[in-house]
């Protein structure tokens, strides 16, 4: 059996949860917006954006799919609709 956790190490505990938090944080308000204000970046967000496909949706195991997938739509709404459709 363990024995209950002393006061130095429940301080290490929240230290490191703090840090933990702090770390996750910067990458989430600091970092990523500033990976998302890259040229190329902010290009494939907004071609994605005109397109009206939601970028926080894709699946990385979706992207090979993407063309086909975008062809696939082209067609669908250039076919004449059938009432039952």
Request: hydrophobic share 50%; glycine share 4%; proline share 11%.
């Amino acid at each position: 059996m363990t024995p209950p956790p002393t006061n130095a190490s429940s301080k290490r505990n929240w230290l490191a949860l703090i840090l933990i938090s702090g770390l996750l944080l910067f990458v989430w308000l600091a970092v990523l917006p500033m990976i998302a204000r890259q040229p190329r970046v902010a290009e494939r967000i907004g071609r994605l954006d005109a397109r009206g496909i939601d970028p926080t949706a894709i699946f990385y195991s979706e992207l090979d799919a993407m063309p086909a997938a975008e062809a696939h739509i082209r067609r669908v709404r250039s076919a004449p609709q059938d009432p039952l459709w």
